[in-house]
């Protein structure tokens, strides 16, 4: 059975965010695409626009050192342009370690990825390992 397009996306994207690729992302956004992470850390909020949600990812990155990694478990689609991820991110920052599952919902249109919408298993515990706004 082949692949749907929209879970071919995301998978896509997991493989370019693991890697660090933010060229291969920014391609694969709308350049209004927005990401919605969850809490109150210096890394949530509303992320309008491709550059603001790159910058949101190396942010990640650097606030982890580069330790931040995600592992893709499972992609749903409906068919008619949303995708559902389910994943486990693991990171270090200073002394401490994270191991959360969590999901993005995607909306697709035209191949390209306009809106991600984050939720994690535990809202405080990722506010508390990312910390809050400075």
């Known amino acids: 059975m082949a692949m ?6 995301v ?5 370019a965010f693991g890697k660090g690729d ?14 919605h992470a969850p809490g109150e ?31 893709l478990e499972g992609v749903a689609v409906d068919g008619r342009g949303h995708a559902m991820s389910t994943h486990t991110y693991f990171a270090d920052r200073g002394d401490r370690g994270l191991e959360m599952k969590g999901g993005l919902f995607f909306t697709i249109i035209g191949g390209k990825i ?7 298993a535990d809202i405080d515990e990722a ?7 400075e």
């Open 114 to 120: 306009s809106d991600i919408d984050e939720c994690v």
């Open 22 to 35: 933010l060229a291969t992302l920014a391609e694969m956004m709308t350049a209004d695409c927005t990401h």
């Open 127 to 133: 506010d508390a390992f990312w910390g809050q706004p």
């Open 41 to 71: 850390s210096q890394v949530s909020g509303h992320f309008k626009g491709r550059e603001n949600i790159l910058a949101m990812y190396q942010q990640l990155s650097d606030l982890s050192h580069g330790t931040m990694r995600v592992e």
């Open 4 to 9: 749907h397009p929209d879970a071919a996306v």
């Open 11 to 15: 998978r896509q994207g997991y493989e």
